[in-house]
């Protein structure tokens, strides 16, 4: 069988063993670094097996490949396939989970922690004024201690709880949210709070639900309006969910304290974006790594391998 592999670059695999999916021997792989648009339907044309981590299949592409027979998606999220097309071809789509779980926890907390302690301010501060200052200690930011404080999780699934899980050992108090028209998980020890109260209430609100109709622009100006002003927001889940334009007026504005993002709507924001404007105070924005530890990224890889081998286990039966 064909293997293609669209875009091998997107997982940076230079520290990453591949042999898992490169010695599966029924597949003779033909990789590609990335492919853009025009390249795709004549990479995929004599497939039968395709992964992708960001590279779109859409029903064009995938009525161009006559013998395809598997979609192996290089990441959780599966909306650059159009399961229509596949489902009508009978083309089995799977994708990788749970793999970055404690690669995005580990970031999502980096983020809060930084913001409220003030990390940057304070480094800063250290190259600059404190050899100055007429005391031994600079205080010149507010630090925020997490301790009897309460964490929001919009969110409240694998990736929320590992998030919450953390707040608890800080001495936090955890909510989660109740989005109308979203089913989500919850967890007998959590509140699940309709979503204004629950935004009123907590000191830090951290987001790990999907990108969906139901949650596009979940945070919006409304919202951020509703939250404290001592309110940090995180957002390591996917660009969308929340307004970027109200969230830059917010910080700008002071309504809330500080926000920690580690993803835009596009992505690269090759056309710029509202929140790399420079003059944003208490932001920190980070470019989609949250997911990519090396660890991560070798479970991924091994998971995708898992996976694919089942499919050929099966067809070969």
């Known amino acids: 069988m064909k293997g293609v592999i669209l875009d091998r670059d997107s997982l940076h695999p230079d520290d990453l063993d591949l042999r ?28 039968d097996i395709v992964l992708t981590n960001k590279v779109l299949l859409g029903a064009a592409e995938i009525g161009a490949a006559s013998q395809l027979k598997y979609i192996g998606v290089l990441a959780t999220g599966t909306n650059v396939v159009d399961h229509r097309a596949a489902q009508q071809r009978h083309i089995t789509v799977n994708n990788c989970v749970a793999y970055g779980t404690a690669s995005v926890v580990q970031h999502t907390w980096a983020l809060i922690l930084s ?41 409240y699934g694998e990736l929320g709880r590992g998030v919450a899980a953390v707040g608890r ?40 639900c999907p990108l969906s109709e139901q949650t596009h622009n979940l945070i919006d100006r409304q919202e951020l309006q509703q939250m404290k002003a001592s309110a940090l927001l995180i957002n390591c889940a996917r660009g969308g969910i929340v307004n970027e334009t109200a969230l830059a007026q917010a910080l700008r504005q002071g309504s809330i304290a500080g926000a920690g993002v580690d993803v835009l709507t596009r992505e690269p924001p090759r056309d710029g974006n509202a929140l790399l404007a420079p003059d944003i105070p208490n932001l920190i924005i980070t470019p989609h790594c949250a997911w990519g530890s090396r660890e991560a990224r070798q479970r991924l890889v091994v998971q995708a391998a898992d996976k694919l081998g089942a499919f050929i286990g099966a067809v070969q039966r």
């Open 115 to 155: 913001l409220s302690t003030q990390l940057q301010a304070y480094h800063r501060v250290a190259q600059e004024a404190w050899s100055q200052s007429p005391f031994f200690s600079v205080l010149d930011h507010p630090i925020s201690e997490l301790a009897g404080k309460t964490l929001g999780i919009i969110g």
């Open 169 to 208: 050992a800080f001495g936090m108090n955890i909510v989660s949210a109740a989005i109308p028209g979203w089913q989500s998980a919850s967890h007998r020890t959590t509140p699940r709070l309709p979503l204004a109260q629950f935004l009123a209430s907590a000191d830090v609100v951290s987001i790990h």
């Open 20 to 47: 898992p999916l490169l010695n599966i021997a029924a597949v003779d792989w033909h990789s590609y670094a990335n492919t853009s648009a025009s390249q795709t339907a004549q990479r995929i044309a004599r497939a």
